[in-house]
């Protein structure tokens, strides 16, 4: 099933669940405790991030593709960060450039976002799918510039940033997807392809994930995880190719759809 979350005409904040014919219908309840689809056609007037989070965790270095492009060694452990929960941006709604700490290196990042259903803690491998509710298109995007000179060695400034974490166009229900590191993945700027994989191509899959990332540690629900960006991320080009004023990034994963946001500047 394909859920999207949506505002209506009066402003208020509802799930529905997309139907073939362009349309959605109402859920009543809980997506993450229980709910149902109803007869209730969706007032959609904006179509939101598919999830509101209560924690973003990201994971660097994961496509073995990519972690060659930037002459890095395959970690060990996946390599983790995280992202301010404000930084999630809408489909169509546009990635701002930061103006008032200036970046003039922002890039773009497609990657598979897993969403967490159930509360868990030290999950084994094989159950780990079991916690989820379902998988979304994310865009990581970076300062790269903040990332590399400015932050200390640390990532979370560099990514944090508003409207720095587009999540949609739609969640997909975990069981449409009986295994997530089978999956085309791909960016487009303007129309041309950048980046393109497979998600088997992840140093570690999502299963493996979900265990390292509840190891010790309680994931609520609600809590998405970026899982990492294949090969073709602009600051490994020649030359380098950052986000600019009046661009067009898409990030399309298969069997989930098309996440398509515009750039803009940060007023």
């Not at 084994?124 to 932050?151: F, I, M």
């Not at 999956?183 to 303007?190: G, K, P, V």
């Amino acid at each position: 099933m394909k859920i999207i979350r949506y505002q209506d005409a009066r402003g208020q904040v509802g799930f529905a669940a997309e139907q073939a014919d362009g349309s959605a219908r109402h859920i009543d309840g809980d997506v993450f405790g229980e709910w149902r689809v109803t007869a209730a056609v969706a007032d959609v007037r904006k179509r939101l991030a598919p999830v509101g989070p209560v924690a973003i965790f990201a994971i660097g270095l994961n496509y073995r593709q990519h972690a060659a492009e930037t002459s890095a060694p395959i970690p060990d452990y996946p390599v983790l960060f995280m992202k301010n929960i404000a930084a999630v941006q809408h489909p169509d709604d546009p990635i701002l450039i930061p103006r008032q700490l200036r970046s003039d290196e922002v890039d773009y990042e497609c990657e598979l976002v897993v969403v967490i259903g159930k509360r868990c803690k030290n999950v084994s491998r094989d159950k780990a799918l079991q916690y989820v509710l379902g998988y979304t298109c994310g865009n990581d995007v970076s300062a790269r510039d903040w990332q590399k000179r400015r932050s200390g060695g640390q990532w979370c400034r560099a990514k944090s940033f508003d409207t720095f974490a587009p999540l949609g166009p739609c969640l997909v229900t975990a069981d449409e997807i009986p295994d997530p590191n089978t999956l085309r993945i791909r960016t487009l700027l303007n129309g041309e392809v950048l980046q393109e994989n497979n998600t088997s191509d992840m140093i570690f899959d999502v299963p493996r994930l979900i265990e390292f990332l509840s190891g010790s540690t309680t994931l609520l629900p609600g809590t998405v995880i970026f899982t990492g960006t294949p090969s073709g991320v602009g600051m490994a080009r020649t030359p380098p190719r950052y986000l600019e004023l009046g661009d067009i990034v898409a990030v399309e994963i298969e069997n989930i759809g098309v996440l398509t946001n515009p750039v803009a500047l940060e007023s």
